[in-house]
């Protein structure tokens, strides 16, 4: 299977206090994105990444990638409860747009 | 920016029964979209690829003839569970990539078999 594996499983932080989130993936990809999801919702786009970026930043989100290690990290800054989620890393191998999703991180802000 | 609505957002059906989710892009063409299957507390799976106006392609394990993947044209593409089980309720997503920037998902579904 070429899922990318997302750590932690999950994670439980206090308002304020920066989450990071990582995703390593198997083989070469063309681009990564990160995106959020509430309980059972659809689902929300944070940022998009390409192979020839290393770091890209959207508000309190910064999200880097380094493709020798395989990996990427999504670090959200001084969070909020509503930042209370599971997020999923989502690579593309093919440049096609056909998104292998990572296993997720459940995210929990405490007030 | 660009949009993929999907409908319905949620569905509740018999067992045995067919359900059809249409996936639509709005404002672009799409000549290949995504379906994926998320049960409760996992990931996304892709379940196939639609192509317009030819045979979608199913990734491994996944039942051509239950799943049914219709593309007849740029901006449709339907997901038909015939047969529908208690086992097939999940959340069903659609994706459609918009060429010139990337892929955009639609809402979901969430059908429910009882």
């Known amino acids: 299977s070429q899922q990318g594996e997302e750590d932690p499983q999950a994670l439980s932080i206090q308002e304020g206090e920066n989450a990071t989130m990582n995703c390593s993936y198997k083989t070469s990809i063309n681009n990564l994105q990160w995106y959020r999801q509430n309980s059972g919702r659809g689902l929300v786009h944070l940022i998009l990444i390409r192979s020839n970026e290393r770091e890209k930043h959207s508000g309190r989100l910064r999200v880097t990638l380094d493709t020798s290690k395989k990996s990427s990290s999504l670090l959200i800054t001084a969070s909020r409860a509503a930042d209370t989620a599971s997020y999923f890393c989502?690579?593309?191998?093919?440049?096609?747009?056909?998104?292998?999703f990572g296993t997720g991180t459940r995210l929990k802000v405490l007030a | 920016g660009a949009v993929v609505s999907q409908h319905p957002s949620r569905v509740i059906c018999k067992s045995g029964t067919s359900v059809k989710i249409e996936c639509r892009s709005l404002?672009?063409?799409?000549?290949?979209m995504f379906w994926y299957r998320q049960f409760p507390k996992q990931s996304l799976m892709l379940m196939a690829t639609s192509n317009e106006g030819s045979k979608a392609t199913y990734e491994q394990g996944v039942e051509k003839d239950k799943f049914l993947i219709n593309h007849a044209s740029l901006t449709l593409s339907t997901l038909t569970v015939t047969s529908a089980h208690p086992e097939d309720s999940s959340f069903y997503i659609c994706s459609a990539p918009d060429r010139n920037t990337e892929a955009f998902f639609g809402q979901g579904t969430r059908l429910t078999v009882v």
């Open positions: 404002d672009f063409q799409a000549t290949t």
């Open positions: 989502a690579t593309d191998y093919s440049g096609t747009y056909k998104y292998i």
